[in-house]
């Protein structure tokens, strides 16, 4: 991979390369697991939470073309790319392309590459996920409420999945021993928390209201969302952008309610609905109080 190029030119011939091109991207991203040289054994098993993502984009729509009859969306299409040139970029600088690395987004990827571990591969992944959402403000106040809505479900997940390995005080308690388990990004359980056709349906655009969606949902979803998540979301978010450093990440929360493309004065549709089994969970799992959260 020697060359006069630099690893971040590289990375974005790649990505320009399978732009309008769904099933192009979910490869890409496939090959980056690989490494440079095409063997990279210590990595292949964290592609798959990378890959269930992957598929659950494709399969919803999200990365078609802008052109298409039916256009993807050029929020989620934007996200995707950020995630794809980063990996690109760390894989082009692991083989021996000259950089420096672009961003600190591409680091945390370097970082994973040196030492495939389940912390390292949240903080390269949801680096890029946040560096993405975090660019792409406008992008994501261009698309509907009911998507908006899900935007924000979809950030405190992958924040929360991140939090079970990094922080597992944060994220539960005294169940503390179980997280680092329930959150590896090699082992089905990882599912419960970040296959998205969990939270959201395979369709897009969203056509419903967000109380619609709200009153559908019902299960495993809900008591994760609002009975675990939910009342350790600041906290959460916080420890998030110093994870990750991205201070910008607490601009998307305020007093406890996401906020990202999302009025403040919108916020009644975070507090939990009226429920014994909601009850039931914020008595048995308080969130800590303590400033530790391993």
Not at 62 to 78: E, H, K, Q
């Amino acid at each position: 991979m020697m060359s006069e190029i630099t690893a971040a030119a590289w990375a974005g011939q790649q990505v320009a390369a399978v732009r309008d091109d769904p099933t192009g991207r979910m490869a890409l991203m496939e090959r980056c697991y690989h490494g440079p040289f095409g063997k990279a054994p210590q990595h292949l098993p964290f592609r798959r939470a990378a890959m269930s993502f992957m598929r659950w984009q494709v399969r919803r729509g999200v990365l078609r073309p802008t052109f298409a009859d039916r256009p993807g969306s050029p929020w989620w299409r934007a996200v995707n790319e950020r995630i794809l040139r980063d990996g690109c970029e760390a894989v082009g600088l692991s083989g021996g392309l000259p950089g420096p690395a672009s961003a600190r987004t591409v680091d945390h990827w370097r970082a994973f590459a040196d030492h495939p571990t389940a912390r390292a591969w949240y903080r390269a992944h949801n680096g890029s996920v946040v560096a993405a959402y975090l660019e792409n403000r406008d992008l994501a106040e261009a698309e509907n409420e009911t998507e908006r809505f899900f935007m924000n479900v979809v950030l405190c997940r992958v924040l929360y999945a991140h939090a079970l390995v990094a922080a597992p005080r944060l994220a539960l308690g005294w169940l503390r021993p179980l997280a680092p388990f329930l959150g590896d990004p090699r082992v089905e359980m990882t599912g419960i928390f970040l296959q998205l056709s969990r939270v959201l349906p395979d369709a897009y655009p969203l056509h419903d209201t967000v109380r619609s969606h709200l009153e559908r949902e019902i299960g495993f979803g809900r008591l994760l969302d609002f009975g675990v998540i939910a009342p350790r979301l600041q906290r959460l978010y916080a420890w998030s952008a110093h994870e990750l450093g991205a201070p910008g990440l607490l601009d998307c929360v305020r007093d406890g309610s996401p906020v990202y493309a999302w009025s403040f004065d919108d916020r009644h549709v975070w507090k939990p609905p009226n429920s014994f089994a909601l009850r039931v969970i914020h008595r048995a799992l308080p969130p800590e109080r303590r400033t530790r959260y391993g």
